[in-house]
């Protein structure tokens, strides 16, 4: 199966820093990846879409400037909370997607990193 | 994307068949039933697709009304490790870059 690898699992930075996390397709081609954030005992939320080589597409309420995306590569993404705030802290998760029908056409998920912000 | 309908939880006992129903009245003809689940603090966890055949894997079945208006996914013998959340998602596939949008799933616990 698929190998989503998302780094670090978790991280604890202080108020006004930027924390980038990093989310790495281990054995295909990701050609779409995707940003989740997830809050306590809620749903998976989308934060945006972004494809290798282009500008993130961001979902309606997501700062573009707050949360940087990076998609430098076929294999790697990148999401950069600049400026963190404690209201930040949550759970985020990458996915990926491009297997094609190796995979079921489905998405890969990373592991998730919990970020506190204190 | 389709809308889905599950129930909030659900409890098995261990070794006993789960049933977890889905409500997907307004699926389009292209669009496919998707589970996936969520074990706490992790990452999801693809388990089975289908279009309108029944379909079984190494993880479990997934029953489609002939309709197509609800499904059935079925953990054949639940162990402690199955609980976790479980989300029914309907999607156009052979189109990898349309986005996920997750319900609030199945929260389903399997009982000692």
């Known amino acids: 199966g698929a190998v989503v690898s998302q780094h670090p699992s978790w991280v604890i930075c202080k108020s006004g820093t930027s924390v980038k996390i990093e989310c790495r397709s281990l054995?295909?081609?990701?050609?779409?990846m995707f940003w989740y954030r997830q809050f306590p005992k809620q749903s998976l939320m989308l934060m945006a879409t972004?494809?290798?080589?282009?500008?993130?597409?961001?979902e309606q309420g997501v700062e573009k400037d707050k949360f940087l995306i990076n998609h430098a590569s076929l294999t790697l993404s990148t999401l950069t909370v600049t400026s963190a705030h404690p209201e930040d802290s949550s759970f985020y998760i990458c996915?990926?997607?491009?297997?094609?029908?190796?995979?079921?056409?489905?998405?890969?998920f990373g592991s998730g990193t919990r970020l506190t912000v204190v | 994307d389709a809308k889905t309908t599950q129930p909030t939880s659900m409890d098995c006992a261990e070794g006993r068949a789960a049933n977890l129903p889905c409500n997907h009245s307004?699926?389009?003809?292209?669009?496919?039933v998707y589970w996936y689940r969520q074990i706490h603090s992790q990452g999801p966890q693809y388990i089975i697709h289908?279009?309108?055949n029944n379909e079984t894997n190494e993880m479990a079945s997934l029953i489609i009304t002939e309709d197509r208006k609800s499904s059935t996914l079925i953990l054949p013998h639940a162990t402690l490790r199955d609980t976790a959340v479980y989300y029914c998602?309907?999607?156009?596939?052979?189109?990898?870059?349309?986005?996920?949008?997750f319900g609030t799933g199945t929260r389903l616990t399997i009982i000692p």
């Open positions: 972004s494809n290798e080589g282009s500008k993130a597409t961001y």
């Open positions: 289908g279009l309108k």
């Open positions: 998602i309907v999607r156009v596939a052979n189109f990898g870059n349309e986005k996920l949008t």
């Open positions: 054995d295909f081609q990701a050609t779409t």
């Open positions: 996915s990926a997607s491009g297997g094609g029908r190796r995979l079921n056409y489905g998405y890969t």
């Open positions: 307004t699926i389009s003809g292209n669009e496919y």
